[in-house]
């Protein structure tokens, strides 16, 4: 029975060690500046203020809703499931659905600043870690 519950533990662990470092990855800054309801029942929009510094990456993740985002400094190579990496920089948008695995990294020498609108469900957490995807 101990072995049971000592695996159990170190299971527990790895899970809740794995959010911490997701949650507070270096590599991306998520500041929420605004969030007000939409049309659509029960869920809401978030607005952020998102920054990856040089060498910085966000991390594979989803969000429960779909986010859209425009780049207003910097350059970065946008990682989404299923689709071939893609340069997004200055001046440009971006949408990801909802529930779609994805990634950024700034491979630049200035940090990325970009304004994320994320259309979300209420009550779940704007993003959430997610396994990278299979090659």
């Known amino acids: ?46 607005i952020a203020r998102v920054e990856v510094p040089p060498g910085g990456v966000a991390g594979w993740h989803n969000h429960p809703g779909d986010e859209i985002s425009y780049v207003m400094e910097g350059e970065a190579t946008l990682l989404i499931a299923g689709q071939a990496p893609r340069k997004v920089s200055a001046g440009e948008a971006f949408v990801i659905p909802g529930g779609v695995v994805h990634n950024a990294m700034n491979n630049g020498t ?3 600043k970009l304004v994320g609108v994320y259309v979300v469900e209420k009550g779940k957490p704007l993003a959430s870690p997610a396994p990278a995807p299979a090659q």
Do not use: H, W, Y
């Open 1 to 46: 029975m101990s072995k049971i519950i000592q695996r159990a533990s170190i299971a527990l662990g790895s899970i809740l060690l794995a959010g911490l470092s997701f949650a507070q990855a270096p590599g991306l800054s998520r500041v929420i500046v605004g969030k007000a309801d939409v049309s659509v029942p029960n869920r809401e929009a978030v």
């Open 110 to 112: 200035v940090t990325v």
